[in-house]
C-alpha cells in the first residue's frame, strides 16, 4: 500500500517560514510528478506547486510564486516544499501528491495518490 507522510506543518508569524515534508513509500518514486495542494477551510483543494519526474522543472501557483519552492530528493523518496515570506491567506491544510503523469498536472483529479495532510497556520 502507496504512503505519502506529511510534516513540518505548525503555527508561525506572518513573515515567517515553513519546510514541508513528504515522505512515500512509492517503490518507483521516479515515475511520478510529485505536488502540494492546500484547502482552507470551507474552501476547496486548490494547485500550490509541482514537480516534474526528473525534477528538472517545477510549476507554481501565482500566490505562492517566488516565495514558495519545491523540491524532491530521489536518494530519499521524499519532496519539500519550502515556504517563505508566509502570509495569514497562506493558512490551510497541505497536502501532497503523486502523479504518473509526465508533464506537470495541476488539477487535483491527476493524481493517484494523496497524503493526509499538515496544517499550516500563520497568524498576522
Known amino acids: 500500500q502507496v504512503q505519502l507522510v506529511e510534516s513540518g506543518g505548525g503555527l508561525v508569524q506572518a513573515g515567517g517560514s515553513l519546510r514541508l515534508s513528504c515522505a512515500t513509500s512509492?517503490?518507483?518514486?521516479?515515475?511520478?510528478?510529485m505536488g502540494w495542494f492546500r484547502q482552507a477551510p470551507g474552501k476547496g483543494r486548490e494547485f500550490v506547486a509541482v514537480?516534474?519526474?526528473?525534477?528538472?522543472?517545477?510549476n507554481y501557483a501565482d500566490y505562492v510564486k517566488g516565495r514558495f519552492t519545491i523540491s524532491r530528493d530521489a536518494a530519499k523518496n521524499t519532496e519539500y516544499l519550502q515556504m517563505n515570506s508566509l502570509k495569514p491567506e497562506d493558512t490551510a491544510a497541505y497536502y501532497c501528491?503523486?502523479?504518473?503523469?509526465?508533464?506537470?498536472?495541476?488539477?487535483?483529479?491527476?493524481?493517484?495518490?494523496w497524503g493526509q495532510g499538515t496544517q499550516v497556520t500563520v497568524s498576522s
Open positions: 514537480i516534474s519526474r526528473s525534477g528538472s522543472s517545477n
Open positions: 501528491a503523486a502523479s504518473r503523469s509526465g508533464g506537470l498536472p495541476i488539477s487535483p483529479r491527476e493524481y493517484e495518490y
Open positions: 512509492l517503490r518507483t518514486f521516479g515515475n511520478y510528478a
